[in-house]
């Protein structure tokens, strides 16, 4: 096998790895707050993507203009899943009856807004490759892995070295204690689901230029994304991250050998058995936040 071939399919993993790794670690980041489950999860990436195409194609603002857009965007959808999921007072069925149901509600707008029909986002800005070394990609590809790379970045220094993330993790941790010693747990919530939220809309905009975009597009990433957070460990960010690129990594090193299918069946097989060996997850809760 030609190692400029692997290191290539590696650099692709890696760019695919950071827009999984946007979208699982704002689903893990809900659950690490809430202990809930977002069903929407996908839908929230989705209608990054199409509202990235309306902007920026139908509107014809252009793909960087709408970038502040689909940011607002994020921020109202992200303030109505909190508003939506606040009041479960922890119950699972409950959750998930709320959060399918947004979903659909979601799709089938998109549907109606835009049909199904696949659209294409051009970013004219990012034409021509990038190269480094022996490796060639799309320049557009190379903005948007420095692009995620970067969200994952300022989320771990906001959650680590501000009073502001500090205080999620420590609602996270432990709710209760964190209301006795003064912190106001329900705008800390609030703040960790409106982020979560727009990381997952940011990753539909990334993705946008890259494929074609469409109203079904989320369901096949929340799979992948639900299927990173629970081999990760549900509510552990690091762990997301770094299941997020192993997953890229992998599908991308395995077109070299398989089909697409067959390396989807693969990683569900990988995360049955780390369940049974690991049920808490590679990272368990003890990494949570």
Not at 26 to 41: K, P, S, T
Not at 70 to 91: F, Q
Not at 106 to 121: G, I, Y
Request: glycine fraction near 10%.
């Amino acid at each position: 096998m030609d190692p400029i071939l692997l290191l290539q399919q590696l650099a692709n993993g890696l760019v695919m790895g950071s827009i999984y790794a946007m979208i699982a670690v704002g689903l893990a980041l809900i659950f690490g707050v809430l202990d809930i489950v977002n069903f929407a999860h996908g839908e929230l990436y989705m209608i990054g993507a199409m509202a990235t195409w309306f902007v920026a194609e139908r509107i014809g603002l252009g793909y960087l203009q709408s970038i502040p857009v689909t940011t607002l965007i994020g921020l109202v959808l992200g303030y109505a899943v909190y508003r939506l999921v606040r009041d479960t007072g922890g119950s699972i069925e409950r959750a998930i009856i709320l959060t399918t149901g947004l979903a659909m509600v979601l799709q089938s707008s998109a549907m109606l807004l835009w049909s199904a029909t696949p659209r294409e986002v051009h970013f004219p800005a990012a034409t021509g490759l990038f190269e480094l070394g022996p490796v060639v990609m799309p320049r557009v590809r190379a903005i948007a892995f420095v692009a995620a790379a970067g969200c994952i970045a300022l989320l771990y220094v906001f959650l680590h070295h501000t009073h502001l993330g500090r205080t999620i993790r420590a609602v996270a941790q432990n709710p209760r204690a964190a209301a006795m010693v003064g912190i106001n747990a329900h705008a800390a919530i609030r703040l960790a689901v409106i982020t979560g939220v727009v990381l997952a809309v940011l990753a539909g905009t990334l993705l946008a230029p890259m494929y074609a975009v469409h109203p079904v597009m989320g369901l096949g990433f929340l799979v992948k994304a639900f299927a990173i957070v629970i081999i990760g460990g549900m509510g552990s960010l690091l762990g997301a991250a770094v299941v997020a690129i192993g997953l890229g990594s992998f599908e991308s090193l395995s077109s070299l050998w398989l089909s697409a299918v067959a390396a989807e069946a693969i990683t569900f097989v990988l995360m049955i058995a780390i369940l049974l060996v690991r049920p808490q997850g590679l990272f368990g809760r003890s990494a949570r936040l």
